[in-house]
């Protein structure tokens, strides 16, 4: 039975549960659980991370821990009882953890390794706080590196800043919003701005002395130098080395490594230096040979330096780091200079130093170390627990610590005097010396060298050879036991060091200086000149009283007065003592010896202030006695002068340099202090002072006394409860007296008005900036209440207008911010008393913006009191007095700060912007504590509605402030949630006095307004998005605030709801708002706040019969709120059903449905716009989605300025993707609203103001820059004619010529540069996943340049990853429409253009009709085969039926994007007969070409043509044409199928014209043929003859032996132009014209359109390019054969939708449909202009052969007879052959008849005209790329079917960019003959240049309408640019021509199809100013 826990509460999951059991609740190691109950060894409950699944678990798989239980019950929540620390660091572990792996993903490497560093040492900090072993200041330093740490992990990973006291983090309801503003300050200020240290400590450690030789051991000394001063800073460091240079006691560290400590910041500067001297030990001389002397002396070796200021660098570089130093040995030049040595090499005085002879270097480490010397022991633990030498600083530190004790005597070893003493050269002298007490007895170890070695008996200096006059300043401490400093002495003996064999030290002399003078004083610092005296080596010093008699020192210095002989040696020292117990000041010693001379009182005590403070409080405690003791003595008589000494002695303390004396004086009061009587002359004095302040003229020695009242107060109150508990209490009465007199004079002297003086004010400022020091003493004696009655009497008595010179306003102030701080504050009996003087200050200088800063802390320091009493009974009235005091003047304070100027520039922020966090936080505090009854009372306390709507109104503008995102920093999201909890309360209780009091008549709209603008940023605040929050973190917030947007939406409904017929006022201005509030993703705010929408739209619909002003704001806002990343699906659903619910019942609800339908699309397009520009990439998606919004703006809601700027949204990502014409066109549509006027256009976007015309200039002329870009030359030439005809009505002729001379380098362009021909792709959107704009769409894409079909089809599926690639072509059904995925339908689609009549005139160049081609482009076809009947596996072309599909779209490409969606569907079907009718016209049409080509040597190699008749032949002998005869040629058929009588006869001419034309192939392949090949060739002939027979064809009629290839004037080479070409009569040109296509590319044509996919002739096929896998794979179709294929000569087409047996060798499985296993991709071709486009269905057989065989020239003949002509031009091997033309008769035509050559007048030349419609011309210089061809093959599309119809394009000689070979002219050409291998060309006459200037052969110009097409059907039509709209009529024009004007040379048909062309436009509508 399920039982509820009583204990078991809480723990923690220690092994991991799957929950397979039933109810099973599954768990991961480390998950915290709450349990509920309890069964059988099993709990249920719920992981704290997820609290709505609950389930059961193992008992056993958790540990449980101990938890405080809060609201126990169902709804029960628990606490754990663990450190709080442990429970932060837990949680926030776990956090860290999830970013932490986020920042792998992110390729974070640095952070994510340094945090997981962090996040490890935390863990084993964790495990030591858990095991408890550690003492109590280790915890706190654990716990303080704690949060260190988790403050350092929180702002590196953005989290929020957490407030803690004492390392634990604070509650926000449990302290006040001002302390909660104090910590977190404290914090941001603490992690902003390191607390720099002024203590720092230099490590040094010794490592290597490196020198060649040494052999003797080295004496080392560190020590600090200044080099300003002169003088060393620190003792020295002494290490001993050995003969290696190494340190001689390696064991021991602390012989290597010192501390230089307590050095202040004034040490660490550039002037200061590491100073080493070393000394040898060893004989006399270096160099010196080895004796028998063993005798050593300490001699000099070397000196090296090191600047702090390099330290210093290296520290900024590497923080934290020991540095590695070698430093440079030098040697003074001679040995009398020693003693400068180092101030000479930092001076760089290079004379007088060298390196020393063995090039020396000195190795150290160097570290600098901050902090105090406790806080360096704990975070260096490692350098004091392996030992480390500590080496002082000389004297004190900056600051001296009482604890502190020091008894270091300092002398200095400087220089001697010395005769030669009979000897002929100078001493070596060498000084010993001894410390000796009183007894002569030898002090032992009394002599410190230096740290690191311990101190010695007795002392030899180095010896300076042969120096009289030796200087050594050696250093040395002389750490003197106090006890034996008196009476001790220092001896010094001096002897001459012999460098004879003995190696002898003789005694010449001695000095001594005692060390204590009778008096007691100490040596005095300074320098000291001792008399040597003479004495003998054998003189005995064993008793020092013989020598102690003597005179000691040449000075005033006391000795005995014993005459002595007159010594011109002498020794000097110089001594320096540092000591705590130990003095050298006279005066203090007489002073603290005062009852020796009682007399000398007076005198003593007048010059106490004249000692040294460093003295007195090194000997405070006997000073005070001293002090105290002369007052018992005769108060009467030093009463006043013991005072004043006792004030001087409390202002020492006031020093920063003794101020840590403080806790000596405090603990001198409490315990030695006996002066029980004191009280009484100490009130008396005090007082006396301060009435004599009123008239004294000098104040300084008031002011010092006023200094001094808080000691001064202590030493009274202590007195008197010293005489209290000795007499039982007695004279009470007259210390109250005197005291309340004290305080009278205090009021007297503060209330007196300065009048002017300075001084008087002065020191009333003295009197209130130390006076609340007294408070506290003051309690120990007083009631509370007597005393809080004195202090608010006492600051009462100021007065509040003071003088403006000196004004004391400030120091009040603080004096009431000490008051506040005070423990008498903070008693609630005594603030009561004295808050409101407090609170009347306050208000005094918030009213005059005066001293903010501490008015600020004032206000913190009482709220927080406040805060902790807020259980008291008078909170409550404390309350209503500062709500009465301070909220008006708080608001008023907020609102100025915030509107006073920010600074600018790099200005120190001004001062009032310090505080305003601090008044905010007070205000919030106020707010707070107030109640119901508080709010209450503020209402009712407004004595008119102008006041209350003042004051809403100015508390909804601080409220408003409090909202800014800058209001606190980013991390304080803490204070945030407390601010915003604080103002939805306020807001709460207001809004009943705003519908009490402003509605109806009273209805007041700017407060109101201001209401609902405040509820609305409040509710989009950031820090209230919880959405964005880790789910621990909105857990907390709901649980602690709940959700405030709700409670504030719920506000705003009910407010709204109050306002009634008010509404019309805030429509349409609150819409946007509103509509903000309602995309925010919160279901509740939304189903609150939407319904507001249908009451705006009613109440609108009741004012004026519509709702537009509600549709055009939802619209506009949309759009800008959208695109800031608000509103989702979800919203959009939400939106729709909830006002579609609401608007059933209405009247109006037809239009209010239509207008939430509206936006509910627009909602779609906006939400897809935003997806789309997530990615990066300009991409398909972007632009078509850009699109789809931009004609939703257009059409169907008609906002233009809308529409407008997304037009520029599209420019933008069409110039960043490099679609240049696509942008152009883009542009194009903001260019068509303008017009040519001088209305002036305000400044939009990035237009600057302008008129129309100039802006419809710029546009012009951008969008022509985007057209040449784009290479679409022939639409940037119909706007330069336009922009032309503006500047020659303006007269402006430099531009004119400008535009001309733009025109004239377009038309180069188009005939000298190369332009690709881009392919074609179908695109099928299908699924429910996909964008609304192609949701179950399709559309026609056009691809990029190169861009095949697998190309494209990979990039979009890299566009849509999650996409499937349907792998058939067949339209999909309907579970796929709805399908909840994505599905890609593509394959290649053939353009159909409507230009036919430019494309059927041969005399215009390919360049020209390339652009036509594939430019406005509306049609698209592409071919499915399939099998009708039954089919006949020995003949598949009986049955094999071709469905042909063309697509109509909304919009011609090129347009304003790459892809149009399809708009109609047209689907036919092509029979048997027709299909193999097509694909014999396009093979031949092929081998026409190839031939051609090949004839005029055009070919660089014969390969491409070999493959084709090889393919043809092979194809034909094996049973490819048969197939035809075999299926159409047949009785049955012909019987079955009268119809298609016609057909068979013009299948049976295409089949022997192939015959025909394969033969004449054959003869150009045997003229050229490499000798390689011949067997090919002859192999050729032998199959051509074997097909013949099979074909029944014994020879060919007549007039078809010589050419089926038609060429004018004999010769395939024309001219481009030729009009152009005929520069004069006499002039003559050839351009020989060569191909650089690539022939190997062309291997592919060999593939054998009439044999079947399982024929084996397929294999034996010579050349093919495809693997027999591949084909085999193809379904059986014509189009595999090389004679008719289309798929394999299809010019534009790389895919199309193949049926279903065919597999995409380039989609990966996951984008196949799982249902198909067919394949869409075709075979890969080598470039798209080698196949040619059958355009329209075949219209008569005349018209066939009459296109095919084009008429001569002939001036005879009118035009239609030319036309109609079908006399083929003769083919000539031999260009010296004449053929000779006759004309059938059109019905019994089986083959062309050959006409003869014509004879021509006029013109030596002769013209032909070709079969093939393009020019031959330049090639371009960059053909397609050659790897298009290399690519695997793949399988055939249904494109490759063409219609029948006249071929545009050449199958090798295509005219399009992307094949790089120009195609065969039908225009006059010169004459080329072909001699032996020379060629020949002949001009054409003057009469053939007339005939075609008039129109004959003249090239048909380019359309001047870019939307021109050869159709005349009704479809919906893309608005034609008014720009590029051509009139219909017109004469031409003189040069320049007009644009407007059409060609008057024009045949019939182009008049009648301009007439379909050219249709009405309406006139752009206008867009104001824009």
Not at 666 to 691: P, Q
Not at 1319 to 1335: A, S, T
Not at 1883 to 1894: D, M
């Given at each position: 039975m399920w039982i509820p826990t009583d204990n078991e509460k809480y723990g923690v999951v220690i092994s991991s549960f799957r929950g397979t059991v039933t109810h099973g609740l599954p768990l991961e190691v480390g998950d915290t659980v709450q349990i509920l109950e309890k069964c059988d060894g099993w709990y249920r409950g719920f992981v704290l991370k997820n609290p709505s699944i609950k389930g059961i678990?193992?008992?056993?798989?958790?540990?449980?821990?101990?938890?405080?239980?809060?609201?126990?019950?169902?709804?029960?929540?628990?606490?754990?009882?663990?450190?709080?620390?442990?429970?932060?660091?837990?949680?926030?572990?776990?956090?860290?953890?999830?970013?932490?792996?986020?920042?792998?993903?992110?390729?974070?490497?640095?952070?994510?390794?340094?945090?997981?560093?962090?996040?490890?040492?935390?863990?084993?900090?964790?495990?030591?706080?858990?095991?408890?072993?550690?003492?109590?200041?280790?915890?706190?330093?654990?716990?303080?590196?704690?949060?260190?740490?988790?403050?350092?992990?929180?702002?590196?990973?953005?989290?929020?800043?957490?407030?803690?006291?004492?390392?634990?983090?604070?509650?926000p309801d449990e302290i006040s919003v001002t302390e909660l503003y104090k910590l977190m300050e404290h914090r941001h200020r603490k992690k902003d701005t390191p607390i720099p240290t002024s203590s720092h400590h230099l490590f040094l450690q010794m490592k290597s002395l490196m020198c060649a030789n040494l052999g003797e051991e080295l004496e080392v000394f560190f020590s600090i130098y200044d080099s300003r001063e002169n003088h060393p800073v620190s003792e020295r460091f002494f290490v001993k080395l050995n003969k290696n240079g190494l340190p001689k006691f390696p064991e021991k560290m602390e012989r290597q490594c010192t501390l230089f400590v307590d050095l202040g910041s004034s040490d660490l500067r550039k002037d200061i230096y590491i100073t080493v001297h070393i000394i040898r030990l060893g004989r006399m001389a270096a160099g010196e040979k080895k004796n028998t002397c063993n005798t050593q002396y300490r001699r000099p070796f070397g000196c090296a330096v090191l600047s702090?200021?390099?330290?210093?660098?290296?520290?900024?570089?590497?923080?934290?780091?020991?540095?590695?130093?070698?430093?440079?040995?030098?040697?003074?030049?001679?040995?009398?200079?020693?003693?400068?040595?180092?101030?000479?090499?930092?001076?760089?005085?290079?004379?007088?130093?060298?390196?020393?002879?063995?090039?020396?270097?000195?190795?150290?480490?160097?570290?600098?170390?901050?902090?105090?010397?406790?806080?360096?022991?704990?975070?260096?633990?490692?350098l004091f627990t392996r030992g480390v030498a500590i080496t002082r600083k000389l004297g004190f530190s900056d600051i001296i610590m009482p604890g502190d004790i020091r008894n270091d005597l300092y002398v200095t070893l400087e220089r001697g005097e010395y005769e030669k003493g009979g000897k002929s050269v100078a001493?070596?002298?060498?000084?010993?010396?001894?410390?000796?007490?009183?007894?002569?007895?030898?002090?032992?170890?009394?002599?410190?060298?230096?740290?690191?070695?311990?101190?010695?008996?007795?002392?030899?200096?180095?010896?300076?050879?042969?120096?009289?006059?030796?200087?050594?300043?050696?250093?040395?401490?002389?750490?003197?036991?106090?006890?034996?400093?008196?009476?001790?002495?220092?001896?010094?003996?001096?002897?001459?060091?012999?460098?004879?064999?003995?190696?002898?030290?003789?005694?010449?002399?001695?000095?001594?200086?005692?060390?204590?003078?009778?008096?007691?004083?100490t040596l005095p610092d300074g320098i000291h000149e001792l008399i040597v005296h003479k004495c003998e080596e054998n003189t005995n010093f064993q008793d020092p009283s013989s020598y102690l008699k003597l005179q000691y020192c040449k000075g005033n210095l006391h000795g005995n007065s014993q005459p002595i002989k007159a010594s011109k040696e002498t020794f000097w020292i110089s001594s320096f003592l540092c000591s705590t117990k130990l003095t050298q000041n006279g005066d203090l010693l007489d002073f603290l010896k005062w009852r020796a001379h009682p007399e000398r009182i007076s005198d003593i005590l007048s010059k106490f202030k004249d000692i040294d403070g460093a003295e007195i409080v090194k000997f405070l405690q006997d000073t005070l006695d001293a002090l105290f003791g002369i007052l018992d003595e005769n108060p009467q008589k030093y009463g006043l002068k013991v005072f004043d000494s006792l004030v001087h002695i409390i202002n020492l303390l006031q020093d920063i340099k003794f101020q840590h004396f403080k806790?000596?004086?405090?603990?001198?009061?409490?315990?030695?202090?006996?002066?029980?009587?004191?009280?009484?002359?100490?009130?008396?004095?005090?007082?006396?002072?301060?009435?004599?302040?009123?008239?004294?003229?000098?104040?300084?020695?008031?002011?010092?006394?006023?200094?001094?009242?808080?000691?001064?107060?202590?030493?009274?109150?202590?007195?008197?409860?010293?005489?209290?508990?000795?007499?039982?209490?007695?004279?009470?009465?007259?210390?109250?007296?005197?005291?309340?007199?004290?305080?009278?004079?205090?009021?007297?002297?503060?209330?007196?008005?300065s009048q002017g003086s300075s001084i008087i004010t002065q020191t009333q400022a003295v009197f209130l900036s130390s006076f609340p020091a007294v408070y506290s003493e003051l309690l120990k004696l007083i009631d509370v209440r007597e005393v809080a009655n004195l202090v608010r009497d006492t600051l009462r008595s100021m007065p509040d207008v003071l003088h403006v010179e000196y004004s004391l306003e400030a120091v009040k102030l603080q004096c009431i911010a000490k008051t506040v701080e005070s423990q008498l504050f903070a008693n609630p009996d005594s603030r009561c008393i004295l808050l409101p003087v407090v609170l009347h200050h306050l208000h005094m200088h918030l009213q005059e913006q005066k001293d903010l800063i501490m008015c600020a802390l004032i206000l913190s320091t009482m709220f927080c009191l406040i805060k902790k009493d807020s259980t008291e009974a008078t909170v409550s009235e404390e309350v209503d007095m500062l709500v009465d005091s301070l909220l008006g003047v708080l608001l008023r304070t907020i609102l100025e700060i915030s509107n006073r100027p920010q600074p600018s520039g790099p200005t120190i922020r001004l001062q009032f912007q310090d505080v305003t966090g601090e008044f905010v936080a007070c205000l919030l505090a106020l707010l707070r504590q107030m109640t119901d009854k508080h709010y209450q009372q503020l209402l009712e306390s407004f004595t008119s509605k102008d006041d209350l709507r003042d004051f809403l109104l100015q508390i909804f503008t601080v409220f408003k402030i409090l909202i800014r995102p800058e209001m606190f920093p980013k991390d304080w999201t803490i204070m945030r949630l407390v601010t915003n909890n604080v103002i939805i309360t306020t807001i709460l209780y207001l809004s009943d006095a705003l519908r009490k009091n402003f509605l109806n008549e009273s209805f007041d709209f700017k407060v109101w307004d201001s209401y609902f603008y405040l509820a609305v940023i409040f509710i989009n605040q950031p820090c209230l998005q919880l959405e964005m929050f880790s789910p621990s973190k909105r857990k907390k917030v709901?649980?602690?605030?709940?959700?405030?947007?709700?409670?504030?939406?719920?506000?705003?409904?009910?407010?709204?709801?109050?306002?009634?017929?008010?509404?019309?006022?805030?429509?349409?201005?609150?819409?946007?708002?509103?509509?903000?509030?309602?995309?925010?993703?919160?279901?509740?705010?939304?189903?609150?706040?939407?319904?507001?929408?249908?009451?705006?739209?009613?109440?609108?619909?009741?004012?004026?019969?519509?709702?537009?002003?509600?549709?055009?704001?939802?619209?506009?806002?949309?759009?800008?709120?959208?695109?800031?990343?608000?509103?989702?699906?979800?919203?959009?659903?939400?939106?729709?059903?909830?006002?579609?619910?609401?608007?059933?019942?209405?009247?109006?609800?037809?239009?209010?449905?239509?207008?939430?339908?509206?936006?509910?699309?627009?909602?779609?397009?906006?939400?897809?716009?935003?997806?789309?520009?997530?990615?990066?990439?300009?991409?398909?998606?972007?632009?078509?989605?850009?699109?789809?919004?931009?004609?939703?703006?257009?059409?169907?809601?008609?906002?233009?300025?809308?529409?407008?700027?997304?037009?520029?949204?599209?420019?933008?990502?069409?110039?960043?993707?490099?679609?240049?014409?696509?942008?152009?066109?883009?542009?194009?549509?903001?260019?068509?609203?303008?017009?040519?006027?001088?209305?002036?256009?305000?400044?939009?976007?990035?237009?600057?103001?302008?008129?129309?015309?100039?802006?419809?200039?710029?546009?012009?002329?951008?969008?022509?820059?985007?057209?040449?870009?784009?290479?679409?030359?022939?639409?940037?030439?119909?706007?330069?004619?336009?922009?032309?005809?503006?500047?020659?009505?303006?007269?402006?002729?430099?531009?004119?010529?400008?535009?001309?001379?733009?025109?004239?380098?377009?038309?180069?362009?188009?005939?000298?540069?190369?332009?690709?021909?881009?392919?074609?792709?179908?695109?099928?959107?299908?699924?429910?996943?996909?964008?609304?704009?192609?949701?179950?769409?399709?559309?026609?894409?056009?691809?990029?340049?190169?861009?095949?079909?697998?190309?494209?089809?990979?990039?979009?599926?890299?566009?849509?990853?999650?996409?499937?690639?349907?792998?058939?072509?067949?339209?999909?059904?309907?579970t796929i429409f709805q399908a909840d995925a994505q599905y890609l339908q593509i394959y290649a689609v053939i353009p159909i253009p409507d230009n036919h009549e430019i494309l059927q005139k041969e005399a215009i160049p390919d360049h020209i009709k390339s652009f036509y081609r594939v430019n406005n482009i509306w049609r698209f076809r592409y071919d499915r085969p399939f099998h009708k009947g039954i089919k006949d596996k020995e003949n598949e072309f009986k049955s094999l039926w071709i469905e042909r599909t063309t697509l109509t779209l909304v919009q011609s490409l090129p347009g304003i994007s790459r892809w149009f969606e399809v708009d109609r569907r047209e689907v036919v079907e092509m029979s048997p007969l027709e299909n193999a009718i097509e694909v014999l016209e396009n093979k031949n049409q092929q081998l026409r070409t190839l031939i051609t080509q090949c004839q005029s040597r055009q070919m660089q190699n014969i390969n491409p043509l070999t493959m084709c008749l090889n393919g043809v032949i092979d194809a034909a002998v094996n049973g490819g044409l048969a197939r035809y005869q075999e299926a159409f040629f047949v009785k049955d058929y012909i019987l079955n199928h009268p119809e298609d009588g016609e057909k068979i006869s013009r299948l049976r001419e295409l089949m022997f014209e192939q015959a025909h034309i394969l033969e004449y192939g054959l003869a150009v392949h045997e003229k050229f043929v490499p000798q390689d090949m011949r067997p090919l060739h002859k192999k050729l002939v032998d199959q051509f003859y074997v097909m013949k027979s099979r074909l029944g064809i014994q020879d060919f009629p007549g007039y078809a032996r010589v050419s089926p290839i038609h060429l004018t004037n004999g010769s395939p080479r024309t001219c481009r132009n030729p009009a152009l070409g005929a520069v004069s009569p006499d002039g003559a040109r050839l351009v020989n014209r060569r191909s650089p296509l690539s022939y190997p590319a062309f291997n592919r044509y060999s593939s054998s359109s009439l044999s079947s996919q399982a024929s084996a002739e397929v294999s034996n096929i010579t050349g093919q390019s495809e693997s027999s896998d591949e084909v085999f794979h193809m379904q059986a179709s014509p189009s595999t054969s090389s004679l008719s294929s289309t798929h394999s000569a299809s010019p534009n087409v790389t895919s199309s939708a193949p049926s279903?047996?065919?597999?995409?060798?380039?989609?990966?499985?996951?984008?196949?449909?799982?249902?198909?296993?067919?394949?869409?991709?075709?075979?890969?071709?080598?470039?798209?202009?080698?196949?040619?486009?059958?355009?329209?269905?075949?219209?008569?057989?005349?018209?066939?052969i009459g296109d095919s065989c084009m008429p001569r020239s002939d001036p005879n003949l009118s035009a239609p007879e030319k036309v109609m002509n079908l006399t083929p031009s003769s083919w000539s091997l031999d260009s010296g052959k004449e053929a000779r033309t006759c004309v059938p008769d059109i019905a019994k035509l089986v083959s062309p008849p050959v006409p003869p050559r014509p004879t021509h007048t006029g013109s030596p030349a002769k013209t032909y005209r070709s079969f093939s419609p393009q020019a031959f011309d330049t090639p371009p210089a960059h053909p397609r790329s050659p790897h298009k061809s290399s690519v695997q093959s793949l399988t055939p599309s249904p494109t490759d079917y063409q219609s029948l119809g006249p071929v545009y394009n050449s199958p090798v000689l295509s005219g399009s960019s992307s094949s790089g070979i120009s195609s065969l002219s039908r225009g006059s050409v010169t004459e080329?003959?072909?001699?032996?291998?020379?060629?020949?060309?002949?001009?054409?006459?003057?009469?053939?240049?007339?005939?075609?200037?008039?129109?004959?052969?003249?090239?048909?110009?380019?359309?001047?309408?870019?939307?021109?097409?050869?159709?005349?059907?009704?479809?919906?039509?893309?608005?034609?640019?008014?720009s590029l709209s051509v009139p219909p009529s017109g004469e031409p024009p003189a040069l320049p021509p007009k644009p407007h004007v059409l060609r008057v040379h024009r045949s019939e048909g182009e008049n009648r199809m301009e007439e379909i062309l050219v249709r009405p436009r309406s006139q752009p509508r206008k867009v104001s100013q824009l």
């Open positions: 678990f193992p008992a056993t798989y958790v540990h449980l821990k101990n938890a405080n239980v809060k609201n126990k019950g169902q709804f029960e929540t628990i606490i754990p009882t663990e450190d709080t620390v442990i429970t932060e660091m837990t949680g926030t572990l776990r956090e860290w953890g999830i970013m932490w792996k986020q920042l792998y993903v992110k390729n974070e490497g640095d952070l994510f390794h340094r945090l997981w560093h962090v996040m490890n040492e935390l863990l084993d900090l964790r495990r030591q706080v858990l095991v408890g072993h550690l003492t109590h200041d280790r915890m706190k330093d654990v716990k303080r590196h704690i949060t260190a740490r988790l403050d350092w992990g929180n702002e590196q990973m953005g989290l929020d800043l957490v407030p803690r006291k004492e390392f634990s983090m604070v509650d702090i200021a390099d330290l210093l660098q290296s520290e900024r570089d590497t923080r934290d780091s020991k540095e590695d130093y070698m430093l440079k040995v030098y040697m003074c030049n001679t040995e009398s200079e020693w003693y400068q040595i180092h101030e000479n090499i930092i001076k760089k005085l290079n004379a007088r130093y060298n390196l020393t002879s063995s090039n020396a270097g000195l190795s150290v480490a160097l570290q600098l170390l901050h902090g105090d010397i406790d806080q360096i022991r704990r975070e260096y633990p490692v001493r070596n002298v060498d000084v010993t010396m001894y410390v000796l007490d009183s007894e002569g007895m030898i002090l032992k170890d009394c002599i410190s060298l230096g740290s690191g070695e311990t101190p010695v008996s007795e002392h030899h200096s180095f010896v300076l050879y042969h120096n009289n006059s030796p200087r050594w300043a050696e250093l040395l401490k002389l750490p003197i036991p106090v006890d034996k400093f008196r009476g001790a002495h220092v001896r010094l003996e001096f002897r001459h060091c012999s460098t004879k064999e003995k190696g002898e030290k003789k005694l010449f002399g001695f000095s001594f200086v005692p060390l204590m003078q009778e008096d007691g004083r806790p000596v004086m405090d603990t001198y009061i409490e315990s030695h202090f006996a002066g029980a009587l004191a009280y009484r002359d100490l009130i008396k004095v005090l007082k006396r002072y301060i009435d004599r302040s009123i008239e004294a003229e000098r104040q300084e020695h008031i002011q010092d006394v006023l200094r001094a009242q808080e000691y001064i107060f202590k030493y009274i109150i202590h007195s008197r409860s010293l005489y209290t508990l000795a007499t039982g209490g007695q004279n009470e009465e007259e210390f109250r007296s005197s005291i309340y007199e004290l305080f009278q004079s205090v009021r007297y002297f503060l209330s007196i008005d709901l649980e602690k605030y709940g959700d405030m947007r709700v409670m504030m939406g719920c506000e705003i409904f009910s407010m709204w709801q109050n306002l009634g017929e008010h509404k019309l006022h805030f429509i349409p201005g609150l819409i946007g708002p509103f509509l903000e509030v309602t995309l925010v993703p919160q279901a509740d705010l939304r189903n609150v706040m939407i319904p507001i929408f249908h009451d705006m739209m009613d109440w609108e619909q009741r004012r004026t019969g519509n709702f537009k002003q509600v549709e055009a704001k939802l619209i506009d806002k949309l759009d800008s709120l959208m695109s800031e990343g608000k509103g989702d699906e979800t919203y959009r659903e939400l939106f729709n059903s909830i006002l579609l619910k609401k608007i059933e019942r209405e009247t109006w609800r037809e239009s209010g449905i239509s207008l939430v339908a509206t936006v509910t699309r627009l909602m779609e397009r906006l939400l897809d716009y935003r997806d789309c520009m997530k990615v990066a990439e300009v991409d398909g998606k972007k632009i078509g989605c850009t699109v789809s919004l931009l004609n939703f703006y257009k059409t169907e809601i008609n906002k233009e300025e809308m529409y407008i700027r997304y037009i520029h949204k599209l420019y933008d990502l069409h110039l960043k993707a490099q679609n240049f014409t696509e942008a152009a066109y883009t542009l194009l549509l903001y260019d068509e609203l303008l017009e040519w006027s001088e209305r002036p256009l305000r400044e939009f976007l990035h237009y600057p103001m302008q008129t129309e015309w100039q802006r419809k200039e710029i546009l012009h002329l951008t969008i022509i820059q985007n057209f040449d870009k784009g290479k679409c030359w022939e639409n940037g030439i119909i706007l330069c004619r336009e922009l032309a005809d503006q500047y020659e009505s303006f007269y402006d002729y430099r531009n004119l010529s400008k535009m001309r001379m733009m025109e004239a380098a377009f038309y180069d362009k188009i005939m000298d540069q190369q332009r690709l021909e881009p392919e074609f792709f179908r695109v099928g959107f299908y699924g429910k996943k996909f964008p609304f704009f192609l949701r179950n769409k399709e559309f026609v894409c056009r691809g990029h340049d190169y861009e095949r079909l697998e190309a494209f089809q990979q990039r979009m599926l890299n566009e849509f990853p999650h996409a499937i690639a349907m792998q058939h072509a067949n339209q999909p059904e309907e279903s047996a065919r597999g995409s060798p380039l989609l990966s499985d996951k984008h196949k449909h799982s249902r198909e296993n067919t394949c869409l991709s075709p075979r890969e071709r080598p470039c798209s202009a080698i196949y040619p486009i059958s355009m329209e269905p075949p219209q008569t057989l005349n018209q066939q080329t003959t072909l001699t032996d291998g020379t060629i020949t060309c002949t001009l054409i006459g003057s009469e053939e240049l007339i005939k075609r200037e008039n129109g004959t052969f003249a090239c048909m110009p380019p359309r001047y309408n870019l939307s021109e097409h050869g159709t005349g059907t009704s479809r919906r039509r893309a608005p034609l640019p008014h």
